[in-house]
């Protein structure tokens, strides 16, 4: 019966290795830049507001098990010229002395260019105190 050796030359095994780690730092290092490009990119998309806010109301309601619940209505229109897809409106929410209760929240994805939306954003909390006041905190539009 014929013997068979197999030798294996380390120095080949370790330059293959090398090669696979340098591609895969290489592939991180591009994955990295790619990412930052693209934060870039958006927070200069959002960087002017690209939404039209009127008609905003506050209505409270009051649950005894849960507290009290505000909806912030209104209307929001795409300024921006082109289709938006994600905007988003948040107001923060005020008792009688000036507290801050919370933040309350509304979006919308694919918004079109000119379209109006009636938004409702609710606070994300339940106080136990009277909300009384709010203020626009930010708006946000992105187009992708």
């Known amino acids: 019966m014929e013997e ?26 591009i994955a990295v830049i790619v990412t930052i490009f693209l934060a870039v990119s958006l927070s200069k998309s959002e960087s002017k507001p690209k939404l039209t806010i009127s008609d905003t109301n506050m209505s409270v309601t ?20 082109q289709n938006l897809s994600y905007a988003s409106v948040e107001f923060s929410v005020y008792d009688a002395s000036g507290n801050n209760l919370g933040t309350a929240l509304a979006n919308i994805n694919n918004l079109g260019e000119g379209d109006t939306w ?7 909390s339940f106080p136990s105190t009277r909300p009384t006041s709010f203020k626009l905190v930010e708006i946000i539009g992105y187009q992708l």
């Open 4 to 29: 068979n050796n197999i030798e294996v030359d380390s120095n080949k095994f370790k330059n293959n290795h090398i090669q696979n780690l340098i591609l895969i730092f290489a592939f991180i290092a």
């Open 62 to 81: 009051y649950n005894e098990y849960l507290g009290y619940s505000a909806t912030i209505t209104g209307v929001a229109q795409n300024t921006s010229g």
């Open 118 to 124: 009636r938004f409702e954003a609710t606070l994300l």
